[in-house]
């Protein structure tokens, strides 16, 4: 009984800070998906899970499939093509919103 209370709670705990809507800055790297797919790395997001990248009135839905960013005040890093579709291949570093 109590195995099935903490495991709902840690479900249920997991479900809702993966729900939080987060901003910051981001930035892109080489990825690990497959060349063209949408992919990012999230610190704490579940892999395979799909979030919203907002920036400058352009989003986009990416795959989580890899960990990081490892540097300070970054949220997200997306791929190559995710930060083509977001415009920000000039910028590097953008911020953006993250859901």
């Known amino acids: 009984m109590v195995y ?3 495991l709902l709670t840690v479900t ?3 479900l809702a800070h993966s729900a939080r809507a987060e901003s910051g800055l ?3 790297y080489g990825g690990r998906g497959h060349k063209g797919e949408m992919t990012c790395a999230h610190r704490t997001r579940p892999f395979g899970s ?3 990248v907002t920036h400058a009135g352009h989003s986009i839905r ?3 499939n890899d960990r990081g ?3 300070r005040g970054r949220v997200i890093d997306v791929s190559v ?3 083509r579709a977001l415009g ?3 910028s590097g570093i953008v911020r953006v919103s993250v859901e």
Do not use: D, H, N
């Open 88 to 90: 920000m291949m000039r």
């Open 81 to 83: 093509s995710a930060a």
């Open 62 to 64: 990416c795959r989580v």
């Open 26 to 28: 981001a930035s892109y």
């Open 4 to 6: 099935r209370f903490t």
């Open 50 to 52: 799909i979030v919203t």
């Open 69 to 71: 960013p490892f540097v």
């Open 12 to 14: 249920l705990l997991s």
